[in-house]
């Protein structure tokens, strides 16, 4: 049976009105873990009081305990959104990228755009890395474990189409050890935007690699293929 205008017209009202409190309820999650970034930047984790969120957030405590139960799971929410809008993007622009190290300076930029517009959050996220506990903390590991993976693999792509001898693992964690701390001297009148520091970045890490990995001889390339 076909479905009537009216029908059709009602049905589609109510879809708009139910994708209309979706984004008001994500714009209100969105400033109210902003609020709480503040907060646990300003304080620190241990320090930060669910009053204190309130008051940031402009939340009643009453209400703040209803919809979040403890300040670790404001902490969660704030780490989950920031790590899974960081993978997302990044895996949107690798479709892109084609060439290895394009690649890596994709991944560079990438991050560094997120976290320049957003140093609080950055040095939350540094600085509470392992107060998250159990379930919520296992959560929040795997997705760094699949970002740090996605590096790795960009490193490996790299060593091999350039024949080069480096490791992938002490590379990437050259790498986070630079991009991850910004927040504490980064100045954009001295450093530029994030277009710029990513590019200055890609230049010192992948100069280190190239100029630094010489070329793998036969043996090396023997001793690799047994291990594998």
Request: charged share 25%; proline share 2%.
């Amino acid at each position: 049976m076909a479905t009537s205008p009216t029908v059709r017209a009602s049905r589609d009202r109510a879809v708009r009105r139910g994708r209309s409190a979706s984004t008001r309820f994500d714009r209100r999650l969105g400033q109210i873990l902003d609020h709480a970034t503040e907060v646990f930047c300003l304080k620190g984790y241990e320090g930060a009081s669910m009053r204190d969120l309130s008051r940031a957030t402009g939340m009643s405590l009453a209400g703040l305990y209803y919809y979040f139960e403890s300040k670790e799971r404001l902490l969660f929410l704030i780490q989950k959104h920031t790590f899974t809008t960081i993978l997302q993007q990044l895996k949107a622009r690798l479709e892109k990228a084609t060439d290895p190290e394009q690649r890596i300076r994709v991944f560079i930029q990438n991050h560094l755009e997120y976290f320049v517009s957003n140093q609080q959050g950055l040095k939350v996220l540094s600085h509470e890395d392992e107060s998250l506990k159990n379930g919520s903390g296992t959560e929040i590991a795997a997705i760094k474990r699949e970002y740090y993976r996605i590096c790795l693999r960009l490193m490996e792509d790299l060593r091999i189409e350039r024949g080069l001898d480096f490791n992938a693992r002490t590379a990437v964690m050259s790498l986070f050890g630079m991009i991850n701390w910004i927040y504490t001297w980064y100045n954009p009148r001295v450093d530029g935007n994030a277009e710029a520091l990513a590019e200055q970045m890609g230049n010192i890490v992948l100069n280190g690699i190239v100029h630094g990995g010489k070329p793998r001889s036969r043996k090396t390339e023997e001793r690799s293929a047994q291990r594998n």
